[in-house]
């Protein structure tokens, strides 16, 4: 049974910086695409970063330059740091997994993941 575990989240102030982290198990982590995902109340979820088993990333042009997705397959812990934050960055952080069955930039606009977290929240006062 797969499931997700999301924490770090927290409350900053703008310009700020968190790392969130998502703990994986039930299944073979070094094999599966992962991602970030976000949804601020009223607005639809979307698509913050991804990664898949080669290494691969894609970001939406809201945080290139401002955020990194990384994983550490030892652990089975995917990570986003996220750097010089925003107001707009407050949302809900999801973290998903699939396995990988698109190119990487396809998995995360298309949110093409099934498998989901709890999420945790982020916070950030200008």
């Known amino acids: 049974q797969v499931q997700l575990v999301e924490s770090g989240g927290g409350s900053v102030q703008s310009g700020g910086s968190l790392r969130l982290s998502c703990a994986a198990s039930?299944?073979?982590?070094?094999?599966?695409?992962m991602g970030w995902f976000r949804q601020a109340p009223g607005k639809e979820r979307e698509g913050v970063a991804a990664?898949?088993?080669?290494?691969?990333?894609s970001y939406a042009d809201s945080v290139k330059g401002r955020f990194t997705i990384s994983q550490d397959n030892a652990k089975n812990t995917l990570y986003l740091q996220m750097n010089s934050l925003k107001p707009e960055d407050t949302a809900m952080y999801y973290c998903?997994?699939?396995?990988?069955?698109?190119?990487?930039?396809?998995?995360?606009?298309?949110?093409?993941?099934?498998?989901w977290g709890q999420g945790t929240q982020v916070t950030v006062s200008s």
């Open positions: 998903a997994a699939e396995s990988c069955l698109a190119t990487i930039t396809n998995m995360m606009w298309g949110s093409l993941f099934g498998y």
């Open positions: 039930g299944y073979t982590y070094s094999s599966y695409c």
């Open positions: 990664i898949d088993s080669d290494g691969s990333t």
